[in-house]
Structure formats: structure tokens, C-alpha cells
């Protein structure tokens, strides 16, 4: 009679607590919280300076020539870039967070092999290992 497959490691992560302990699952979460934090304050910051750039082209507007003009659009468009670049890593950081408390974070989510310690104290919201990271990127 064959034996059945071992379906605990087929395609499937260890359980995270075996290899984090609750103080060290703390700590991340922690560090996340205080990145996630520091992103929305530059967010906000970011949506104040592009109130301020649309406010400044409204007042002083009057007089200015096409390449005035065009600076200032070019100025607004890149703190528009530059706040959607920070939403999406406040995003990043909210899924981090969210991986904690449903123990997958540290686990790459394509191969289900364990993230590196030093990717994830490079980059805590990593969601790939190295290896899985570079095949993404070639495509």
C-alpha cells in the first residue's frame, strides 16, 4: 500500500511561529507601525506643498510666460508622482503589516520559501525572496 504525500510541506510555509518568536513578531510590527506613520506624515506633507503649488499658480499666475507656465505644471506633476510613490508604500507597508498578523510575513508568496533576514531589514514590506524579486523584474 503506497503511502499518501505529506501534504503539510507541499506548497505550503512553515508556521511563522516557529521561527519568530512573539517578542521579536512585536518588534516588526512595531518597526512597521513607525514606518507606516513616518510615510503618512510625508504623504501629508507632499499634499500640503501641492495645495500650496496650486494655490501659488492661481494668485500669481497673471503675466507669466509659457515657460513659467510649464515649470509650474512640471513642479505640480512631480509632487502628484511623488505622493502617489508614497501612498503605494504606505500600501506596501499596511500589506506588511497585515502578513504579520496572519503569519505570512517573511515568507515569499510566489515560492513560499523564507525572506531573507537582511532583504526584510533592507526593505521590511518585502513580499518576494531575492530569487523570486529578479524573475519579476526580468519580465
Known amino acids: 500500500m503506497a503511502k499518501p504525500a505529506d501534504t503539510r510541506t507541499a506548497g505550503r510555509k512553515p508556521a511563522a511561529k516557529s521561527t ?15 514606518r507606516r506613520d513616518e510615510l503618512r506624515a ?11 503649488l496650486q494655490r501659488d499658480r492661481l494668485t500669481d499666475s497673471a503675466g507669466d510666460d509659457q515657460a513659467d507656465t ?11 508622482s ?3 510613490s508614497i501612498l503605494e508604500r504606505i500600501t506596501q507597508v499596511e500589506r506588511a503589516l497585515e502578513r504579520l498578523d496572519e503569519g505570512g510575513y517573511g515568507w515569499c ?31
Open 70 to 80: 510649464g515649470t509650474k505644471t512640471f513642479e505640480r506633476e512631480q509632487e502628484i
Open 109 to 139: 508568496e510566489r515560492c513560499g520559501n523564507p525572506i531573507p533576514v537582511e532583504r526584510l531589514a533592507a526593505f521590511p514590506s518585502a513580499t518576494l525572496c531575492v530569487t523570486c524579486k529578479q524573475l519579476a523584474e526580468r519580465r
Open 20 to 34: 519568530r518568536s512573539a517578542a521579536e513578531t512585536e518588534k516588526i510590527r512595531a518597526a512597521l507601525a513607525a
Open 82 to 84: 511623488l505622493a502617489n
Open 42 to 52: 510625508e504623504y501629508d506633507q507632499t499634499l500640503s506643498e501641492i495645495t500650496e
